[in-house]
């Protein structure tokens, strides 16, 4: 008898196992894509612009042709102090990455987020929508004079 409840009980278990039906499932699908993709999707929700220049004190900012090395290499050492929390040169990280940063925002747009990034966040369409596009991590106000946001300014220029 209990070698017949055995038998059973193990083609049970073995015609349990074989021949699923597919069956749909609720929940939800991972989806696996390229880093190189993610990247061409975060640089899509956000537009270029470089007719804005932001909300702040800047209002015109013209840069000249050649690069002040004093002031991109007290700019290096400024961005090297405190923006590298948030920032990397060529990838993204808390905040966006800022090689190439003036293909995208205007000399004023990028001062002004420096040095006025409350306002800016509150304001600014552009900000607001790197604000969604980075998970609401605020930028934070460092602070800082002019002449060091303009010589942060003229070191993203080598970047």
Same mark, same amino acid.
């Given at each position: 008898?209990?070698?017949?409840?055995?038998?059973?009980?193990?083609?049970?278990?073995?015609?349990?196992?074989?021949?699923?039906?597919?069956?749909?499932?609720?929940?939800?699908? +991972?989806?696996?894509?390229?880093?190189? #993709?993610?990247?061409?999707?975060?640089?899509?929700?956000?537009?270029?612009?470089?007719?804005?220049?932001? +909300?702040?004190?800047?209002?015109?900012?013209?840069?000249? #042709?050649?690069?002040?090395?004093?002031?991109?290499?007290?700019?290096?050492?400024?961005?090297?102090?405190?923006?590298?929390?948030?920032?990397?040169?060529?990838?993204?990280?808390?905040?966006?990455?800022?090689?190439? +940063?003036?293909?995208?925002?205007?000399?004023?747009?990028?001062?002004? %987020?420096?040095?006025?990034?409350?306002?800016?966040?509150?304001? #600014?369409?552009?900000?607001?929508?790197?604000?969604?596009?980075?998970?609401?991590?605020? %930028?934070?106000?460092?602070?800082?004079?002019?002449?060091?946001?303009?010589?942060?300014?003229?070191?993203?220029?080598?970047?």
């Amino acid at each position: 008898m209990k070698k017949i409840l055995l038998l059973l009980a193990l083609g049970a278990f073995i015609a349990s196992c074989g021949g699923k039906k597919e069956e749909k499932k609720d929940g939800f699908e +991972v989806s696996r894509t390229k880093s190189e #993709d993610k990247k061409a999707q975060a640089n899509e929700s956000v537009p270029v612009d470089l007719d804005n220049k932001g +909300v702040g004190p800047i209002k015109n900012l013209e840069f000249p #042709d050649d690069i002040d090395t004093e002031m991109a290499a007290r700019g290096e050492a400024k961005f090297n102090a405190i923006c590298v929390a948030c920032h990397m040169v060529d990838q993204r990280m808390i905040g966006p990455a800022m090689e190439g +940063v003036y293909e995208r925002r205007s000399p004023e747009w990028v001062m002004n %987020m420096i040095l006025n990034p409350d306002e800016m966040l509150r304001e #600014d369409p552009i900000a607001k929508a790197l604000l969604k596009e980075y998970n609401n991590a605020i %930028m934070l106000n460092q602070n800082l004079t002019e002449a060091e946001a303009r010589d942060l300014a003229e070191y993203l220029r080598t970047l």
